[in-house]
């Protein structure tokens, strides 16, 4: 089955650059979009086909992707953005979501 | 308002069955393939399934670790969507979001529930 690999965890310090990696087989080849979940908060979408930003989504989010690695960056990062981070795709009609990774920022 | 509520979730014994519903407002039900999301104590996301809209047959998808054992369904009609679970076991405990696939071949949840908790326990 097809797995989607992101690090544990990501520290950055406020108002820096973080960056959050999902890795797979041809990741390049598949749309990727990134969820944001806050602790006893349900996902919300925060980027959609690579690197399209949904309505009210600031704009220090970004993504990419590209080969066998997707990207979520977020520049200026605030105290609001520490959270859990989820990469999801598609693999012969099923969902694949990343493991999951815990941005602190400190 | 545009949301998705679930309902249904509970205490239930291994090999025992649960039902639960998600009721959609505020857009356009019947134009939405919609899945469930389940998310056990403290770990990631897991999808289990998805059912298509009327227009691609109301076709159903499942996540191996269920399939066989849950079953979605919906009602455009009541603007619901339905999982039954049976011979539940103690790793289906979790949260399970409903959740809204954004246009067809967006391949994204741009909308989800609350949640609600099922627990599989003796």
């Known amino acids: 089955s097809y797995e989607l690999t992101q690090p544990p965890s990501v520290s950055v310090s406020p108002g820096q650059t973080a960056s959050i990696t999902c890795s797979g087989d041809k990741l390049g080849d598949e749309y990727v979009c990134w969820y944001q979940q806050k602790p006893g908060q349900s996902p919300v979408l925060v980027m959609y086909?690579?690197?399209k930003r949904p309505s009210g989504i600031p704009e220090r989010f970004s993504g990419s992707n590209s080969r066998n690695t997707a990207t979520l960056t977020i520049s200026g990062t605030q105290a609001m953005d520490e959270a859990d981070y989820y990469c999801q795709a598609w693999d012969s009609n099923t969902v694949v979501f990343g493991g999951g990774t815990k941005l602190t920022v400190l | 308002e545009v949301q998705l509520v679930e309902s249904g979730g509970g205490l239930v014994q291994p090999g025992g069955s649960l039902r639960l519903s998600c009721a959609a407002s505020g857009f356009i039900f019947s134009d939405h393939y919609m899945d469930w999301v389940r998310q056990a104590p403290g770990k990631g996301l897991e999808w289990v399934g998805r059912?298509?809209?009327?227009?691609?047959?109301?076709?159903?998808e499942y996540a191996a670790s269920v399939k066989g054992r849950f079953t979605i369904s919906r009602d455009d009609s009541k603007r619901s969507l339905f999982l039954q679970m049976d011979s539940l076991k103690t790793e289906d405990t979790a949260v399970y979001y409903c959740a809204r696939e954004g246009p067809i071949g967006g391949n994204y949840f741009d909308l989800w529930g609350q949640g609600t908790l099922v627990t599989v326990s003796s």
């Open positions: 086909q690579d690197s």
């Open positions: 059912a298509r809209n009327k227009v691609s047959s109301y076709t159903t």
